[in-house]
């Protein structure tokens, strides 16, 4: 509905990202007004459907055998976890560049911050990232 509202607003060329920049804004808005004090945005979602999971499964299963399968979605599993832990201005730039796919001045403008913020963002992100998984390997 407010994507309708705003049509004039869409300048022709980013369709997805320019969508994506209202459900976002609305979805912090909501947030910011109904969701309890005491819970954390980084916290997943409960519901116990889709809703609350990340679309990481990048695992083709074709061919493959049960262990390499596991061992595959142990390393989801720690993925998800690490991605998690990111402070979410980190976590949110990382999956919308690596996962979503969309360029530094598509992110620029869907978190209303500048370009550089958004490579240094990233940068910051992938090195955390890093850290985290490496973290969890020697624990």
Do not use: C
């Amino acid at each position: 509905m407010r994507a309708y509202a705003r049509i004039e607003t869409y300048d022709g060329t980013n369709a997805r990202g320019w969508f994506l920049t209202i459900l976002r804004n609305t979805a912090y808005t909501w947030l910011q007004k109904n969701r309890h004090k005491l819970l954390s945005l980084d916290e997943p979602a409960r519901d116990g459907g889709e809703g609350g999971q990340m679309a990481l499964d990048v695992v083709d299963r074709n061919g493959e055998t049960p262990e390499t399968v596991l061992i595959a979605e142990v390393d989801q599993a720690g993925l998800h976890l690490a991605l998690e832990s990111l402070p979410i201005e980190f976590r949110e730039v990382l999956i919308l560049g690596e996962i979503q796919g969309f360029g530094y001045r598509d992110i620029a403008r869907i978190t209303s911050v500048p370009v550089g913020t958004v490579m240094s963002r990233i940068s910051r992100a992938r090195r955390q990232l890093a850290s985290i998984i490496l973290q969890r390997q020697t624990d």
